[in-house]
């Protein structure tokens, strides 16, 4: 049995997650590896707050650059969150040769590249399981057990936070921004949401699943993204009648050496396994040119399953560093080409607010048709008040340039309400 | 870039498309792993039959022995079925230190303990992703992935042929023995079924993922089997009625080194994941303590999910090999202990098929009563045919044996009809 010493950078949350269970469950890992991974030290710069978890003070410290350099430091685990003192020590560890195991999406998000040449450099490996849903072993998944695979799509609910609000939404009829108010309330929502409600986390993690989804480096700003505050109890409605609901999903479509990310609200059939992620769960569709459709489900948060996935990583590297066999190698290569978003025509969903007055819908549906998009269905209900109605187009498969260009000319036209409110429908069959 | 010898014993339909993805993927695996998995034999009885894949024929042989003998191959993948003639070449590749990759769910379950241990004397491993579940990756999940967690109850839908015979009854209305003539002319069930339909290919399944779960061998006898066989259609309507599915589940229970393992047709809720599960795909809920509640889905057989596994599992033995780096040993140590089944009570489903004369449901009801077991709610409609009536209770939770207890007095109690049919309701809320 061999000790491989732990070092955490930051006591927050998740890291009194990992101590916990490092500390409770070294004799079940143990047994199960042959080896045991020993907790060093833990840096924060809070060393008082009571976290819950029996950590002798001993191992507390303030100096996280100290518990890197540590000798008796052989693996390292970053749980500070940002991108700059993050990267800092996660590099310096790397220099070292030191293995490190991170949640940090954003980090890898901004910063793979760099990190992981760096990781080359010295034989050390980076770990990241924990970055993208929670306790789900997607990575492992992609890395390893589907690697015979071409993976031509994958589609991921990858935010809980979003998750947890449209299910909200739809399950008491209440607007966006009282089920967010409630959400920041209940601390299932930031004080500042933009990360989460704007799609910028659930970005970060597309990236990094279409990276290895590829093979090559997806670069964060070549993702296009959207949030879900324009997600009306309309919508949700609307949806739930047409047989479907509203998700904020990650869309990878990817080719040899290339990629198109999309993150944004979409319409997911009721009767898909993808349709029936509530409240703060996450789940993720990978469709494999051997395997067919897999699909992982569990929770993408929270102290124990986020730690869960961490002691996995911290597990194998320990294996490794024990048995001197090599990390895992990250994907390296030039950046993945952009895929050309014409390739793939969508079927749309497209919420217009009109003037109540004579010719507007027949003008909105000219503008569909001088762009080349086929109309499915139209729905306009009676019965609205005031002097806007809405209206709703379900058009068949059009190129998003198409329909880009569409709600521009929509966006100008003489009696136009609000903004006209835009979501692909994705009935997840892919190619296959 | 190395080059590492593989070796197929069985060019069946998976053999077939193992050696596809070998001969195609190529470069997609090599540039993934830096490894490349070279075909070097097929060995079959049969050379002649034309099974669509462009394997050279100086590579075919009906030796099998010569090819786990061929020095040029370093890792056999066996795919011969059966427990004799796959035993003694998985035995003798491994005493030849040869990883073993395996698709053999009956090997391993009637002979785990000594391949396991013949692996761990010349340090080759045993690889055995595609024994369950076919393409998802649930062996690897609960290797490694959720390797910090006690594993508390696993649940799994692991039999593809009954899910889609269960599946087709529901969805046509039609009895069993159509649907498996059915099932049989399209080539979904066996012109024998009862390793299917009778449960005990689950319980192969059931066996090795306890064995994971517990961490200990799971000995096959302990587990209890039942099938499909007894399923009405009308189980599936009250079933339907009452917000469930019929489904042949694997359940296990698992402790402290000891684990109690069930294969039998159980009630699911609709509005659960697992209930959604159709047609031929199979699914497996963990319960860790740490991560909660993962859910896994996708095609449990296959040519071509089934050799994705395959080919993930040579892709991992060949990374070790070149590297140098150990295989994981198999669980060790002695058998699980059975655990006390009546530690877990459970909620019970019981149709009764009883003469239509005054008393007869009074006197069921007093035999439950007798044996501890409280009634949740009874259902006897109107308007049956004939001198029999079938009469449905719902259970308040009751230990097995009660249960067992019972169904003997009530099959020898006067004026019973057909056999009384019992299924376990599973909320599959286990400890959370």
Chains 1, 2 share one sequence.
């Not at 929502?189 to 279409?210: F, N, Q």
């Amino acid at each position: 049995m061999k000790d491989i010493g732990v070092g955490i950078l930051g006591f927050g949350t998740v890291g009194a997650g990992v101590a916990d269970l490092l500390l409770r469950g070294n004799g079940l890992l143990a047994s199960r590896t042959g080896v045991r991974p020993v907790l060093r030290a833990v840096a924060d710069i809070d060393l008082d707050r009571d976290r819950g978890v029996a950590v002798d003070r001993a191992l507390l410290t303030r100096d996280a650059a100290a518990v890197v350099d540590d000798p008796r430091v052989q693996v390292v685990v970053e749980l500070i969150g940002g991108t700059r003192i993050a990267r800092e020590l996660t590099l310096r560890a790397l220099a070292l040769g030191k293995p490190v195991v991170t949640a940090n999406k954003a980090l890898l998000a901004h910063h793979g590249p760099e990190i992981f040449a760096a990781a080359r450099a010295t034989g050390a490996g980076v770990y990241f399981e924990a970055s993208v849903a929670g306790g789900i072993p997607i990575i492992r998944a992609l890395r390893q057990g589907l690697v015979a695979n071409r993976v031509d799509r994958l589609y991921g609910i990858l935010n809980g936070t979003c998750n947890y609000i449209l299910t909200r939404m739809e399950e008491e009829n209440a607007p966006f921004d009282d089920v967010l108010r409630a959400a920041q309330a209940a601390g299932y929502a930031e004080a500042d949401p933009s990360l989460d409600v704007d799609g910028h986390d659930t970005a970060h993690k597309a990236a990094i699943l279409a990276t290895l989804a590829c093979g090559r480096p997806v670069p964060l700003e070549s993702v296009r993204v959207g949030g879900i505050r324009q997600v009306s109890n309309l919508d949700l409605e609307y949806a739930r009648e047409l047989g479907y609901r509203v998700k904020l999903l990650a869309v990878v479509h990817a080719g040899e050496g290339c990629a198109d990310v999309t993150v944004g609200p979409c319409l997911v059939p009721l009767d898909r396994l993808m349709g029936q992620v509530r409240d703060v769960f996450n789940a993720v569709l990978v469709k494999g040119d051997a395997v067919g459709d897999t699909f992982y489900h569990g929770r993408g948060a929270g102290r124990y399953p986020t730690a869960s996935a961490i002691v996995g990583d911290i597990a194998d590297a320990a294996l490794r560093l024990a048995s001197g066999a090599p990390h895992d190698d990250a994907y390296a290569g030039a950046p993945a080409a952009p895929r050309a978003a014409a390739a793939d025509p969508e079927r749309w969903y497209l919420r217009l607010t009109l003037t109540d007055r004579p010719g507007m819908l027949g003008r909105a549906a000219d503008i569909l048709g001088r762009h080349g998009i086929s109309i499915a269905s139209v729905v306009q209900r009676e019965g609205a008040a005031g002097p806007h109605v809405p209206v709703l187009f379900l058009t068949h498969r059009a190129v998003p340039s198409a329909m880009d260009a569409a709600l521009k000319d929509m966006a100008a036209m003489d009696g136009a309400g609000a903004a006209p409110v835009c979501f692909r429908i994705e009935d997840l069959n892919g190619k296959e």
